[in-house]
């Protein structure tokens, strides 16, 4: 199937200073996209991976699982850490969530990852019902585009696909297994108004993982697909501030590379 318009994986080859971006359930690279190109103008190696199953329809995602998703992303991983010096992971929602598996299994190989709105846990009724409803029913109403600021959309599916949705809720209780695991300094910038991702999922994250050097933001003016929203630059911003601080003598104080 033709991916998209908009949905295609993009990449970057800039300086020593590496970053993967990784997207949410049922999203597309676009809603990392304005993120992933104010870093490759800043001299920084991009990397956003379009995740198997997702940027065509929502029937194909049937097929995949979360084991797909991370395979991906661990793939993209590699390919950054073979060729940057330092390397840092940043994801959205699931993405988040990729994001933190990443970080337990590969441990001081990646500097430091930043969450926004990261998912935890599938909430509800629903997640009892899907081992049996994703026999009965192939999908449901979708979750993307939850943004606050006008006429802005994801490149998203509006449906969401039960299988999927069933392999994200096992994921999530892999992921949380393993967040004690996390040691790396974290950034977790998260929504109040989240129409997706409840609070509550950032509050389970910051409270598991191991990390000592933790900076939480609140996201006042967005929903959930902040990286889209009213404070996107706000995101981008303390983004690189926390790769510039953590990797100073690659870059400089406009992010781009240095001559170290």
């Known amino acids: 199937m033709p991916v998209l318009p908009g949905a295609e994986p993009y990449r970057h080859e800039g300086g020593e200073v590496g970053v993967l971006l990784c997207h949410g359930f049922t999203g597309s690279p676009q809603s990392m ?3 992933a190109e104010y870093l490759a103008e800043r001299g920084l190696s991009v990397s956003v991976p379009l995740l198997p199953g997702h940027g065509t329809r ?15 992303v661990d793939r993209a991983l590699r390919e950054l850490l073979e060729r940057c010096r330092t390397v840092f992971v940043f994801g959205l929602s699931m993405g988040g969530a ?10 001081d190989a990646i500097r430091g990852i930043v969450l926004v709105n990261p998912g935890n846990k599938v909430h509800g009724l629903a997640a009892y019902a899907l081992p049996v409803a994703r ?4 999908s449901t109403k979708g979750i993307a585009s ?12 509006d449906r969401v696909p039960l299988h999927a949705a069933h392999s994200l809720r096992r994921f999530f209780q892999t992921v949380d297994a393993q967040l ?3 040691t790396q300094p974290v950034v977790l910038l998260h929504s109040p108004q989240d129409h997706v991702v409840p609070p509550v999922d950032s509050a389970r994250i910051l409270s598991r993982i191991s990390s000592t050097d933790v900076k939480e933001v609140l996201l006042e003016q967005s929903y959930h697909v902040a990286t889209l929203d009213h404070d996107a630059e706000q995101i981008f911003d303390e983004s690189l501030a926390f790769v510039e601080r953590l990797a100073p003598d690659l870059v400089d104080g406009k992010g781009s590379r240095s001559g170290g």
């Open 33 to 35: 996209r304005p993120w």
């Open 98 to 107: 990729l994001t933190l598996r990443l970080a337990a299994q590969h441990g």
């Open 135 to 138: 026999h009965l029913v192939p």
């Open 58 to 72: 929502w029937q194909d995602m049937q097929l995949t699982t979360w084991h797909d998703w991370y395979a991906e």
């Open 146 to 157: 939850d943004i606050a600021k006008e006429g802005v959309a994801e490149v998203g599916y």
């Open 180 to 182: 004690p695991q996390v």
